[in-house]
């Protein structure tokens, strides 16, 4: 302990001892190399901001990493630097690199935005809603872009309902934003929810420029909805046709044109004594469920139902034949429910190849919600070759923003049929794929024509 005293007693002793200009000069010099590292940072910071803008990201990274340890305080040159991460594809520095700046500057909105971009890019999508909710609140004007974000993040961790709300959300605070409503009316369509759909892309049509990426994004699913609305009403024109065919009233009793143009006679039907309230199933004679799911009766006894496509099904009514559609069969003959029979065409999906980071699980169950725009194509070419049948391989690759390009459909040997399946593709949205990679799918189905009703 005396000798530190006595050290530091000397060491004072020899300040005091110095002359003042001295002393003046070493503390001159000091603050003048402070200055020259911040003047060093800032030179950097500028050589930084001239790369990224002629894309050099690389040389662009190495000085503003060189701004940022010359001048850890320099919050723009973290910030700048997080950016050119993202664009590498390097999400880890990213987010270090944000970090450090909403650290420095914790009210900027924009680097809180920063921040949960980088967090989202990293596959932190609890931290990334969090740093994103905290920019909208310090900058509510921003809530548009903000809001549409998060919607993109909750739909990538496969919350549906979420990001509908959050896309509503921005929708609402800018009545001309384009983005949010496409992607309303791509979550609405995977929904099944058609009508809404429609409706949503029509609030975006007046605002969509002329060229772009929102152009794209909107022709792409605008024509998808057009191709299913026209389906849409194909269906209904047929089943409209169908029904008026088959005469659906002659069932409920005698024709008021004669005895001989109805097809069942009420008072040929063997009527139980009560309406069955079981779902139709393996029932036995003369029973079918009130809400039945296409066997071939209830479980009631002596009961007379409907089959689960709003079709009429009988349970065993002498030697008639096996029944089909609505109805199902009978054990030992019956007439069916007068459903389609047999009028769908059979597609079996195989596994698919996936490579990149996205799981199959996610893949099939995009592939599920439009398996029927594939049966339209695939229907299209059996009004011209009944026999059609085969296996179709659909390849395609899905983008970081979750679109799909490179489709194409082969094997089938009918390219009007993959033609019309690749386009079909090209429409599809799926979930961003983690840390932002693109994603190679090769996805195999069977196709077979309709059984034919013996």
């Not at 901001?49 to 701004?67: E, N, S």
């Not at 659906?248 to 069942?264: K, R, T």
């Not at 970081?400 to 009918?414: H, I, K, N, V, Y």
Request: proline share 5%; with cysteine.
């Amino acid at each position: 302990m005396p000798r530190m005293r006595l050290r530091r007693t000397s060491t004072h002793a020899l300040l005091a001892a110095l002359p003042s200009t001295w002393l003046a000069a070493l503390l001159l010099l000091g603050a003048a190399g402070c200055a020259s590292d911040a003047s060093k940072a800032r030179d950097a910071l500028a050589r930084g901001k001239q790369l990224v803008t002629a894309h050099d990201l690389d040389a662009a990274a190495t000085q503003l990493a060189a701004a940022s340890t010359l001048d850890p305080k320099l919050h723009e040159a973290f910030a700048r630097l997080a950016r050119v991460r993202l664009e590498q594809s390097r999400a880890p520095d990213a987010e270090t690199a944000a970090l450090r700046a909403a650290s420095l500057v914790p009210r900027s909105a924009y680097y809180s935005e920063l921040l949960g971009r980088a967090q989202l890019a990293s596959g932190k999508t609890d931290a990334a809603l969090a740093s994103l909710e905290q920019a909208i609140t310090l900058d509510p004007t921003q809530t548009a872009r903000l809001a549409f974000t998060v919607g993109a993040a909750r739909e990538r961790v496969g919350k549906p309902v979420e990001a509908l709300a959050a896309y509503d959300r921005a929708a609402t605070a800018d009545v001309n934003a384009v983005l949010p409503r496409i992607a309303l009316a791509r979550l609405l369509l995977d929904a099944e929810r058609l009508r809404d759909a429609e409706h949503r892309l029509d609030e975006a049509r007046p605002h969509v420029a002329a060229e772009g990426n929102e152009h794209t994004l909107f022709a792409a699913l605008d024509a998808r909805i057009t191709t299913l609305v026209a389906a849409k009403r194909q269906a209904d024109e047929s089943e409209r046709q169908r029904l008026a065919n088959v005469g659906i009233f002659a069932l409920l009793g005698p024709s008021v044109d004669g005895p001989g143009d109805h097809l069942i006679d009420a008072d040929a039907i063997p009527w139980g004594d009560t309406i069955g309230d079981a779902f139709g199933s393996t029932g036995g004679s003369n029973e079918l469920g009130l809400t039945g799911s296409g066997g071939s009766g209830g479980y009631g006894d002596r009961t007379i139902g409907l089959g689960s496509a709003g079709t009429i099904g009988l349970g065993h009514m002498g030697s008639i034949g096996p029944g089909y559609g609505g109805g199902g069969s009978g054990a030992s003959g019956g007439l069916g429910g007068l459903g389609r029979s047999g009028a769908i065409p059979n597609i079996a999906a195989g596994t698919p190849t996936v490579s990149g980071p996205l799981a199959a699980e996610v893949i099939r169950r995009i592939v599920r919600r439009h398996i029927n725009e594939l049966r339209y194509c695939y229907e299209t070419a059996l009004a011209r070759n009944p026999a059609l049948a085969g296996r179709v391989s659909l390849t395609f690759t899905i983008t970081p923003t979750g679109a799909t390009e490179q489709t194409s459909a082969t094997g089938l040997g009918d390219a009007a049929a993959e033609t019309c399946m690749a386009t079909s593709v090209s429409r599809w949205m799926f979930p961003m794929p983690d840390g932002g990679g693109a994603v190679r799918v090769s996805y195999p189905l069977t196709l077979a024509p309709p059984a034919a009703a013996p």
